[in-house]
């Protein structure tokens, strides 16, 4: 009878023993996992060294012409790099101006810009991004006849462009901004035109859709 309790005592004892192990097995891999969880949570995610971006930038400007202001399509390719941007970029009219440049007939005014434009992004948080910028255009302007579409008289011109823009940087790959500034043409010699009817304060907005890594 003594020999039976003591197996049976000593079988118990074993289980508990593997019990045992086994629970401590259980309480380290728990507690490793909580330790890299933690190791994982606090360590930051370091930026890139820099910051850089490709994008097309479309919208609409919306500036001095004849007889008033009117809108201009935008299109344009650039990048950025840290604070300094770069892009190519073309106004075209959309407007409708009509004169008789020799009575009795009827002339349309059409015309339409490109250059280059640098900018500066100055401030800086995580919602908006301020920038001063300007650029360098070459266009021409013609008066293309109603009557049979060709083009009656031409001439180039130089318009230069400075200006504030404001620009919503949430959100990574879509960038909404807005514009206003002042531009100056010269060198336009065309008739019933001036280059003071085509200088004078603009606004313009668009969005710059691309890759940007931060």
Request: net charge negative.
């Amino acid at each position: 009878m003594g020999c039976m309790l003591l197996l049976i005592l000593a079988d118990k004892f074993i289980k508990m023993k593997r019990l045992f192990w086994i629970m401590l097995l259980i309480s380290g891999f728990a507690s490793a996992q909580e330790l890299d969880s933690l190791v994982a949570d606090t360590t930051e995610i370091e930026p890139p060294p820099y910051y850089l971006g490709f994008y097309v930038d479309a919208g609409a400007s919306f500036e001095a012409s004849i007889p008033e202001s009117n809108f201009f399509s935008v299109i344009g390719i650039g990048g950025q790099y840290q604070n300094w941007m770069i892009g190519f970029y073309r106004y075209d009219f959309q407007g409708t101006t009509k004169s008789f440049v020799v009575f009795p007939n009827s002339f349309e005014l059409k015309y339409r810009y490109a250059g280059v434009y640098i900018g500066y992004q100055f401030y800086q948080n995580d919602l908006l991004n301020v920038s001063i910028g300007g650029s360098y255009n070459k266009g021409d302007a013609v008066w293309r006849s109603l009557e049979d579409g060709q083009d009656f008289l031409r001439d180039e011109f130089d318009l230069v462009k400075v200006g504030l823009r404001i620009e919503i940087g949430k959100i990574r790959y879509l960038k909404p901004h807005a514009t206003i500034g002042y531009q100056k043409m010269n060198g336009l010699d065309l008739a019933n035109v001036e280059e003071s009817d085509f200088s004078g304060l603009f606004i313009a907005a668009g969005i710059r859709i691309g890759y940007f890594n931060q």
